[in-house]
């Protein structure tokens, strides 16, 4: 066995098989290059890390459970002028997770709430925070089938885990009260422990319409909002111009003019 090939066997029981994977490849540009030995090893160090770095970005971002994925890059800003830009921005550096806040996105249907905050989860996992994704319809249904078969409070404490929990959708679903006490504990345990994004098509007046009564949801209300970042969206539904433009009909290419006839 060469001394290359019986390293790479090495490397692997030692499970480090990106290491031995990419071995050769590194040996041959550290010879080529006339790397010192603690260069050669300094690379195959940056090699493996970035491996790792790269694997735990993958596993966090499956664990987070997003429905589809989407990042600022892709959101269009010039559709939403009214939309506080600067915000965004400094919400997408994460700090605000390690500062135990909360951001909460309110605005008509389309309008972009849920792709800002699968955007602004995705740059908390580029930070090396883990995630949890729930649409609050989901997030009903699981808690009855949880509650029907007495796994209630795994559920519930597997909400409190996540550093980032994005609950999408506040205001489709009207919650019965045993559903909304569940969500109450959700929220309350969280405050100022770890961070919330919550997205809403109701105006916080209209926050009653959701809760069974108007002193639960001005419980939840009241932590949501402590410490939290608003970010209100007023304008357009991305999808209404969609549909608007799919509407339109074609321009037909313009006939040639008839030959004259000699």
């Not at 808690?143 to 519930?156: C, F, W, Y």
């Not at 970042?229 to 549909?243: E, F, N, Q």
């Amino acid at each position: 066995m060469s001394t290359t090939s019986n390293l790479e066997s090495r490397l692997r029981r030692l499970r480090l098989g990106h290491l031995a994977d990419v071995l050769e490849a590194q040996n041959a540009e550290s010879l080529k290059q006339k790397h010192s030995y603690l260069e050669f090893l300094e690379a195959l160090v940056e090699e493996e890390l970035g491996s790792r770095d790269r694997k735990g970005l993958d596993r966090r971002v499956k664990a987070a459970r997003f429905p589809v994925l989407k990042t600022l890059e892709h959101f269009d800003f010039d559709f939403q002028p009214n939309l506080d830009v600067k915000l965004v921005k400094t919400l997408a550096t994460a700090d605000f997770v390690g500062q135990r806040e909360n951001v909460i996105l309110v605005g008509q249907p389309g309008t972009g709430k849920t792709h800002l905050a699968i955007a602004l989860g995705m740059r908390a996992i580029q930070r090396g925070y883990h995630v949890r994704f729930a649409t609050i319809p989901d997030l009903a249904a699981g808690l009855r089938a949880a509650e029907a078969d007495g796994t209630m409070e795994k559920l519930v404490a597997g909400l409190l885990e996540p550093d980032l929990v994005i609950l999408d959708e506040l205001g489709f679903t009207p919650l019965d009260p045993s559903l909304a006490d569940a969500f109450y504990r959700i929220i309350a345990s969280r405050y100022e422990r770890k961070s919330l994004i919550v997205t809403s098509n109701k105006s916080f007046e209209s926050w009653a319409e959701v809760f069974p009564d108007a002193v639960i949801a001005s419980a939840v209300l009241d932590r949501l909002v402590h410490h939290a970042h608003i970010v209100p969206i007023v304008g357009d539904s991305y999808r209404m111009k969609a549909v608007a433009e799919s509407r339109q009909p074609k321009e037909k290419p313009s006939s040639p003019p008839p030959k004259s006839v000699s």
